[in-house]
T-cell receptor, first 119, second 112 residues
Framework: GAVVSQHPSWVICKSGTSVKIECRSLDFQATTMFWYRQFPKQSLMLMATSNEGSKATYEQGVEKDKFLINHASLTLSTLTVTSAHPEDSSFYIC???????????????FGPGTRLTVT | QKEVEQNSGPLSVPEGAIASLNCTYSDRGSQSFFWYRQYSGKSPELIMFIYSNGDKEDGRFTAQLNKASQYVSLLIRDSQPSDSATYLCAVNQEGGSEKLVFGKGTKLTVNP
């Protein structure tokens, strides 16, 4: 399957600072990447859809000024958590969409995730 | 509101048995169906996808799709303790969208 990397795998930051998370598709070009958040023992929550060269589309309730997404190339998307607070502590996971085997479908492959702790 | 429903479990099976995981979806226009496995503290891993009605087999895994009933399932044969994880069903939205709607997942435990 397709490989997606994320960096860093974990980060601890102080309240009020910003943190940038990188997501890369290593062996394929991804026109679309997705950013999810997952709290302990809860299901995945889609935060935003990121398309190369255009503005991200945010899900309802997600603050776009707080979670800045940049999709600069077909293999790289970044999520910046600005002015982080303890309630932003979570597991952030990106995924990249790869054109599927059926010709019209897409398959989503996840990165390993970034565990953010805000103190 | 497009929904994907799964039994949250936990589902417990003995080693060597068949584990059966079920999923229903509300969007009749969905075209692509996925099963992800998520170990505790890790990100989801794609293990099966199916686009056509019927069965699709890959090793010990079989995905079954019935679009008329809006039902997709995953069978795991000869279950192993290493299969213990949460299994997420995901369905794309109408129109071939790349965006997926996820179920809340079924926690599977395989007992040695």
């Amino acid at each position: 399957g397709a490989v997606v990397s994320q960096h860093p795998s974990w980060v601890i930051c102080k309240s009020g600072t910003s943190v940038k998370i990188e997501c890369r598709s290593l062996d394929f070009q991804a026109t679309t990447m997705f950013w999810y958040r997952q709290f302990p023992k809860q299901s995945l929550m889609l935060m935003a859809t990121s398309n190369e060269g255009s503005k991200a589309t945010y899900e309802q309730g997600v603050e776009k000024d707080k979670f800045l997404i940049n999709h600069a190339s077909l293999t790289l998307s970044t999520l910046t958590v600005t002015s982080a607070h303890p309630e932003d502590s979570s597991f952030y996971i990106c995924s990249a969409s790869s054109h599927g085997t059926s010709g019209t479908s897409y398959e989503q492959y996840f990165g390993p995730g970034t565990r953010l702790t805000v103190t | 509101q497009k929904e994907v429903e799964q039994n949250s479990g936990p589902l417990s099976v003995p080693e060597g048995a068949i584990a059966s995981l079920n999923c229903t979806y509300s969007d009749r226009g969905s075209q692509s169906f996925f099963w992800y496995r998520q170990y505790s503290g890790k990100s989801p891993e794609l293990i099966m996808f199916i686009y056509s009605n019927g069965d699709k087999e890959d090793g010990r895994f079989t995905a079954q799709l019935n679009k008329a009933s809006q039902y997709v399932s995953l069978l795991i044969r000869d279950s192993q303790p290493s299969d213990s994880a949460t299994y997420l069903c995901a369905v794309n939205q109408e129109g071939g969208s790349e965006k997926l709607v996820f179920g809340k997942g079924t926690k599977l435990t395989v007992n040695p």
